[in-house]
């Protein structure tokens, strides 16, 4: 029995490009019986948590990976192999966004080095879609050299990938890429450049790449994709389109693609205990110390067993250099007179009490400390502290001078489409008029329940109805004249606008 593992698959976290969310690609290739899948969003790996929960869920192994478009060469899929191959992928990630503009990111082949790529396997994506007939000749030869020189650098892990779209070349193409194989001696796999779960998914696709084009569904034409091809395709599909040992040699990749998330711990700084003291004695000593301040006549036998359980507590999980990175943050800032306030379950401690990350008496309120820390829950606790907006930027120079500017980052934040503006790029995007896209924006309200909302269900209605019409009046009924894009709001609400 065929196995087969999809190596190359966008999610929407490649924002107006991939049109299904990483747990609908998750759960469908699990239904089609698939060995593994690999989510390979462009520069990015911002949707692979969703993917890692879902393949718990289904017991699908999953494979993280990212798509690369090289600036002076081919476009590449990398994998990661272990933990360091994903702490490879996450540099590179770094690397190629922190240089550009917001949204961009650019590498080299100069970046392609044996270091950056460690565990790491490649996959050198081919596509002739776009290449005019009389430069084939000329787009094989640059495969070839691209290809020989990445297989020089990372020997026995670099793959030529073979992605048969029905386009009317892929006879063609399979043969030129055999001979570039032989001649290189660099295998071939088989991969499917997925951008959805299911070819039903199309006509959101061709909607979303005519927003990322700023141009029309009808004007797009020719630079939308030429079928609906690009989704996960049966195992019975797969075996009729490729060659049987371009197929298994997906399994082959994914036998060697072990890394999972749930090896990732976190690893806390420790460059703020006295080098006599380790973590567990310094924090003890702080608590200690913020506790006779708070309490200055006497401490109530209450409140010094409690801290005893959370001490107890925070050495069996690990945590003192969780709890003194917050606290030697927020000892900056009171240092500078910079008001700031630890809130949210923190509050249930003591021992933030002590060390002055929160403010709030625990021994005038009834508290329950496993709201913040829980052996069951088996997490890091988390800490939220609000500083004051006008000097926030100190607390933050503070933090990069202390630890470096490569062990400080700020976290990135996934903005998402809502059904408003949802609605607006869809209705620009169909040819609606601004008028007409204003007055379907207009039937949302910010009180719609977003799960079962009535205005929002009566502007995609019109939608719908605009849909049609266009068809009949037209008389154009292929993938280029959506005639039902958009079944309900959540399609594209929630589709990332940003990420990693």
């Known amino acids: 029995m065929l196995e087969y593992a999809e190596l190359h698959c966008l999610s929407n976290f490649t924002f107006l490009r991939g049109a299904s969310h990483p747990e609908e690609l998750v759960k469908r290739a699990q239904e089609l019986g698939y060995r593994a899948l690999a989510l390979t969003d462009e520069c990015s790996l ?29 476009k590449l899929v990398l994998l990661a192999t272990s933990r360091y191959g994903y702490r490879s992928l996450t540099r590179l990630v770094t690397q190629a966004r922190s240089t550009t503009p917001k949204g961009q990111y650019r590498l080299v082949t100069d970046d392609m080095t044996h270091e950056a790529l460690t565990d790491c396997l490649v996959l050198i994506l081919c596509s002739l879609e776009s290449t005019p007939s009389h430069t084939c000749a000329d787009y094989y030869r640059t495969l070839e050299q691209s290809t020989g020189w990445l297989s020089e650098l990372l020997p026995n892990r670099v793959w030529i990938g073979v992605e048969q779209l029905i386009n009317g070349q892929d006879s063609q193409h399979l043969e030129q890429l055999r001979n570039v194989s032989t001649r290189t001696r660099v295998p071939l796999v088989a991969s499917g450049d997925v951008h959805m779960h299911t070819r039903t998914r199309q006509r959101l696709q061709d909607t979303l790449n005519a927003i990322r084009l700023g141009i029309t569904v009808p004007q797009a034409g020719h630079l939308l994709y030429v079928n609906a091809e690009r989704h996960l395709r049966s195992l019975q599909l797969l075996e009729r389109m490729y060659p049987a040992d371009i197929l298994s040699e997906t399994t082959v990749i994914a036998e060697q693609c072990s890394f999972s998330l749930d090896e990732i711990r976190y690893q806390y700084p420790d460059k703020f205990c006295p080098d006599h003291l380790n973590p567990t004695v310094y924090l003890r000593h702080l608590v200690e110390k913020g506790m006779h301040q708070r309490w200055p006549n006497a401490v109530s036998e209450t409140i010094k067993k409690q801290i005893q359980h959370e001490l107890s507590l925070i050495e069996e999980l690990n945590y003192e250099a969780y709890f003194l990175t917050v606290y030697d943050i927020v000892r900056f800032a009171r240092s500078r007179n910079i008001f700031c306030q630890g809130r949210g379950s923190a509050a249930n401690s003591v021992v933030c009490f002590c060390l002055g990350i929160t403010e709030v008496d625990p021994a005038r309120m009834e508290i329950l400390f496993e709201r913040f820390i829980s052996r069951e829950r088996n997490e890091p606790p988390d800490i939220d502290v609000d500083f ?92 280029r004249i959506p005639s039902s894009s958009i079944t309900t709001h959540r399609r594209i609400s929630h589709l990332p606008g940003a990420s990693l």
């Open 46 to 74: 911002a949707g692979v948590v969703r993917a890692h929960v879902a393949a718990q869920k289904h017991h699908l192994p999953l494979i993280i990976g990212s798509e690369f478009s090289l600036a002076d060469g081919p």
């Open 388 to 479: 004051e907006h006008e000097r926030r930027e100190e607390v933050m120079q503070y933090v990069y001078r202390k630890y470096g500017r490569e062990h400080a980052a700020l976290t990135a934040a996934v903005v998402t489409y809502r059904p408003r503006s949802a609605i607006r790029d869809v209705g620009k995007a169909l040819g609606l008029s601004l008028d007409q896209v204003d007055r379907l924006a207009r039937n949302i309200s910010w009180g719609d329940d977003e799960n079962d909302p009535p205005a929002s269900a009566r502007s995609w209605l019109q939608l719908q109805k605009y849909f049609d019409f266009h068809s009949t009046r037209t008389g154009q009924r292929d993938h």
